[in-house]
């Protein structure tokens, strides 16, 4: 019996329902995806350079203030302990995030381009990332900013598209609803099913090798 298939009928409800209660919570698939992507490959890329890289940890930029605080969707901190946290306090860590990524949604596309982008540059975080992971409302879907005299100027993409990231010495681009890292001469940074991927690939190789020497052998 023939099981059907609900991921490939298109809805025809046309209510809206949204996708996040407008906090950054209760995201799509989309969203998801692009961030355990993203976070796991610069986690593995990074991995002995002590760079910590907080997902959806609360940022808290005002010691007299407990309620003022931002969660962004990842950031990348040098020159911090690479340990657990429940928060990331400013006044504490004496270290500012040298990059932080948004992965966008409609609900959120506002708050992302304007609130907390200039919230972000009074911070004095370096570089910004707003993505688009189902290119529906930025184009191009990947944008970036660079802080410059105490506010972002936007930069201008590579002629592959992608930005080049001077706090991470990477290349950013958007693809295939993922934000793909790479090495500036070297190549694109792989994923961990990637990684996966060619380690078994590399594997049969060796055993098909083996194989026929001993073949040769007898």
Known sequence: MRMHDDTAMPSLDPTVYPETDGNGRGQSDFHLEALVQLSATLKHH?????????VGLGLYHDPENAEVHVTP???VVKGVRVH?????RLWEEGVCPQVIVEITCPETLHADREPKRDLYARLGVPEYFVFDPEARNLAPPLQGYRLRGGRYVGMA?????SLTSEELGLRLRG???LVRPA???????LTAEERA???????????AQLRKQRRKKT
Request: net charge neutral.
């Open 46 to 54: 990074f991995r002995h350079q002590g760079v910590y890289i907080p």
């Open 73 to 75: 969707d990842l950031m």
């Open 84 to 88: 657990l946290r429940r928060q990331f």
């Open 157 to 161: 993409a590579d002629p592959d598209g």
């Open 175 to 177: 693809e295939g609803g």
């Open 183 to 189: 090495v500036p001469g070297t190549g694109r940074l």
């Open 197 to 207: 991927d060619t380690l078994e690939a590399e594997v049969k190789r060796l055993r």
